[in-house]
């Protein structure tokens, strides 16, 4: 009956948040029907759709754009960080020097910062992808810091009782026992380049030097076009779900044969 | 040329070697014991007894605090040429969880630098050993506990080692897996003239492995007595079932009690 459509594995990871979600949008409708709730003052999910309809094309430019900045971050942080993290651990001392500006770089606001960042860096794109990398670089430092720490003692005893070198402990001990941090500071990292890239959208926005989908927002409440604000907010929403599932298969195909995190459970 | 043979040169020689640890605890007093090559030396004693602790100044990984070892009459760095070479398997079987079985057993020979050809010929030798040809192309957490210590031993025997030194491997086991992979262990020590230092907590696993039986008593750490196992290699399930075997247990339950009785600190 009921039961093993719920044990099903597929239904329940999809369907079931799926129905969830159909039945906060129908009584969103049901509400703002019922309600005569104006769409300048919140916008029923169909006439979100309709805004959509009306001009997906400039909606999809605008979502091109901010992904674009996104990904380009989201490199920039992987490629840096990780560099950054091997840095920090082949020496104390480089991370007691360094440690202090990392943390500086992440509890500094990069509200206020995108103004300045923006007005030095003469491309707008490279602008807005130096913010989000500001942003999204902090998990992968400090994850992937912590992952290449994190040896099994055995293991480390027995690499130095075989004579290896620190290339050969890094490369064969370090960097595989890191990977699980590593693979998690990924996922919050990639949200984390996203919100940064829409953060400085919003700033350069404001110079009318931007063209992503935060850029779409400010334009249409400037235009008390709320349904179109509510569509471009929906596709930041889909976008940042979209990567971070992507995060979450890449961790499966890396990570899913050997590491519990990923590990299909057997029952 | 030496007037005594090779294989008369003793594999270790401890002589009034003890350890007092940083925090100013006597770990070990001052022992005496020479193991020959060919021997299988096992370590049994009450917990604080210093077993591991010797082990592991056998194994060079620390260091005594006073007195001398030497490995085939010479220093450490005499260990690793052909015919002295050392091997350690830990109580954990410590693989790599990311690596295959196979890529597992190859680690020592990528360390040291062997090309893949060769190295790869000895892992399937090493497999073969231990039983886990079938298992090469798997995961560490697909194997069950005894299988995986089996690993740790293939990895330890793909060195080619002379002198095995094992610090309880099997004491996480089952006693069924136990016996099974002590009765690999004689076969394999046997074949390979392997010299063994063994630590272990049961009576039965040192009578049935060992031709010597060290008793160990503790506060301070120190050799208590010694138990000479004169039953022929190789041995099987029949010397496991033998009266000889009984009787030879409970001597040796008698000698490790008065060992207990003599490590209550004074």
């Given amino acids: 009956m009921m039961l093993p459509l719920v044990?099903?594995?597929?239904?329940?990871?999809?369907?079931?948040?799926?129905?969830?979600?159909?039945?906060?949008?129908?009584?969103?409708?049901?509400?703002?029907?019922?309600?005569?709730?104006?769409?300048?003052?919140?916008?029923?999910?169909?006439?979100?759709?309709?805004?959509?309809?009306?001009?997906?094309?400039?909606?999809?430019?605008?979502?091109?754009?901010t992904l674009r900045v996104t990904l380009k971050a989201f490199v920039a942080s992987v490629a840096l960080g990780t560099l950054v993290a091997l840095l920090f651990v082949q020496s104390k001392l480089i991370e007691i020097s360094l440690l202090p500006y990392?943390?500086?770089?992440?509890?500094?606001?990069?509200?206020?910062?995108t103004p300045l960042i923006i007005i030095l860096v003469k491309d707008t794109e490279t602008a807005l992808t130096l913010c989000a990398t500001v942003i999204a670089i902090f998990p992968v430092i400090s994850n992937t810091t912590i992952g290449l720490r994190t040896v099994d003692p055995g293991l480390a005893a027995y690499f130095r009782m075989n004579k290896a070198g620190r290339w050969a402990t890094l490369w064969r001990l370090q960097i595989p026992g890191a990977l699980p941090f590593f693979m998690a500071g990924l996922r919050i990292s990639v949200g984390l380049a996203l919100i940064g890239?829409?953060?400085?959208?919003?700033?350069?926005?404001?110079?009318?030097?931007?063209?992503?989908?935060?850029?779409?927002?400010?334009q249409a409440s400037f235009q008390l076009d709320i349904p179109r604000m509510f569509a471009a907010l929906a596709m930041i929403t889909v976008t940042g779900l979209v990567l971070f599932a992507l995060m979450v298969g890449l961790e499966k195909v890396l990570l899913g044969h050997w590491h519990e995190s990923s590990m299909e459970r057997e029952t | 040329m030496n007037a005594i043979s090779e294989t008369d040169v003793p594999a270790v020689d401890i002589l009034s070697a003890e350890k007092v640890f940083a925090n100013g605890a006597r770990g070990l007093a001052p022992i005496q014991l020479s193991i020959r090559q060919g021997e299988f030396v096992s370590l049994i004693g009450p917990s604080g007894c210093g077993k591991s602790t010797l082990l592991k100044l056998i194994a060079n990984l620390i260091e005594p605090t006073d007195g001398k070892i030497f490995w085939w009459r010479g220093g450490f760095d005499r260990v690793g040429?052909?015919?002295?070479?050392?091997?350690?398997?830990?109580?954990?079987?410590?693989?790599?969880?990311?690596?295959k079985i196979d890529a597992n057993i190859r680690l020592p020979l990528d360390l040291a630098g062997l090309d893949r050809k060769a190295a790869d010929r000895r892992v399937a030798q090493a497999l073969a050993l231990v039983g886990l040809t079938d298992a090469a192309r798997r995961y560490p957490r697909q194997l069950s506990g005894g299988m995986r210590?089996?690993?740790?031993?293939?990895?330890?025997?793909?060195?080619?080692?002379?002198?095995?030194?094992?610090?309880?491997?099997?004491?996480?086991?089952?006693?069924?897996?136990?016996?099974?992979?002590?009765?690999?262990?004689?076969?394999?020590?046997?074949?390979?003239?392997?010299?063994?230092?063994?630590?272990?907590?049961?009576?039965?696993?040192?009578?049935?492995l060992s031709s010597r039986i060290v008793v160990m008593a503790a506060n301070p750490g120190r050799v208590f007595g010694e138990f000479t196992v004169d039953a022929p290699f190789p041995r099987g399930q029949d010397f496991r079932n033998s009266d000889r075997?009984?009787?030879?247990?409970?001597?040796?339950?008698?000698?490790?009690?008065?060992?207990?009785?003599?490590?209550?600190?004074?």
């Fill in chain 1, 7 to 65: 044990r099903n594995r597929w239904f329940g990871r999809v369907m079931a948040p799926l129905c969830v979600g159909v039945l906060v949008l129908l009584a969103w409708e049901w509400v703002c029907r019922a309600w005569a709730i104006p769409a300048y003052l919140f916008p029923r999910p169909t006439a979100v759709a309709h805004a959509f309809m009306d001009d997906w094309r400039g909606l999809l430019w605008a979502l091109w754009s």
């Fill in chain 1, 102 to 113: 990392v943390v500086l770089l992440q509890v500094t606001p990069i509200v206020a910062v």
């Fill in chain 2, 81 to 99: 040429s052909a015919g002295r070479r050392l091997a350690f398997v830990f109580q954990d079987p410590t693989l790599m969880p990311w690596a």
């Fill in chain 1, 197 to 218: 890239a829409v953060v400085a959208e919003f700033d350069a926005g404001t110079g009318g030097r931007s063209a992503g989908l935060a850029y779409e927002i400010m």
């Fill in chain 2, 149 to 208: 210590m089996r690993v740790s031993i293939a990895r330890a025997l793909v060195t080619e080692p002379n002198l095995l030194l094992m610090d309880e491997p099997f004491g996480a086991l089952d006693e069924f897996t136990r016996n099974r992979l002590d009765e690999d262990l004689v076969r394999l020590s046997w074949e390979r003239r392997l010299t063994n230092v063994f630590v272990t907590h049961s009576i039965y696993e040192a009578v049935f």
């Fill in chain 2, 245 to 266: 075997f009984a009787g030879l247990c409970r001597d040796l339950s008698d000698l490790l009690m008065q060992a207990s009785i003599a490590s209550v600190a004074a």
